[in-house]
């Protein structure tokens, strides 16, 4: 028994001790506003940017570098999405109304997830040490899709982010990234929770 309590310890210790006071910084902001848009509110796009930031650092050091260019699109669409929430309004609560993919969007999105993938993948494998260049880069398709639909309050946004999230739990774990891990898998449940909230907030808007 008390070589297990060590064991837990030990493991505890290493995973606090591993973790950059930077990376805690972008997992907090990170998580709140994630969970600020799954709330709806438009004070997300704010402390997007400030992890977004941060994020660029972190994933350059872990040498993830589609990670990292996906966060300098992050700051686009984020600055795009406050944009966007606030057209025409005056308040912190976004108003806009959310919408439903359509076919033609699907179309776009599947055949520009395949073809990022593999010209993306191709160049960081031939070209960089990147640790996983087809996986890192599909995911990277996939969030980009995913931030873009998030931006035009496009329901299905989290159903992509569910998918590609839990792809990234493992691809943060191998890399040693384990409360980025953490982050991810909250950002799983947190999808689940803004897709329940923003479908039943579209079945209101069509009454």
Known sequence: ?????????QSLTTFFTQTSPLEWCGVITGILCVWLAAKNNILNW??????????IFIFYKSKLYADM????????MSSYGWYFWT??????????????????EIALSVVSIIAFTAILGFVLRQNTDAAFPFIDSFCTACSLVAQLL???????????WIFVDIIYVAVYISKGLYA?????????YIAWVGYK???KIYVEELK
């Open 87 to 104: 057209k025409n309004k005056n308040n912190a609560e976004a108003d806009t109304p959310v919408l439903m993919i359509t076919k033609k």
């Open 46 to 55: 704010p402390i997007a940017l400030v992890s977004v930031i941060i994020y």
């Open 1 to 9: 028994m008390v070589s297990l309590i060590d064991a837990v310890r």
């Open 150 to 160: 998030l931006a035009r309050k496009v329901l299905q946004n989290w159903l992509i």
């Open 180 to 188: 980025t891990s953490i982050m991810y898998a909250l950002y799983v």
């Open 197 to 199: 909230g923003w479908k």
């Open 69 to 76: 260019g996906l966060q300098f699109y992050f700051l686009a």
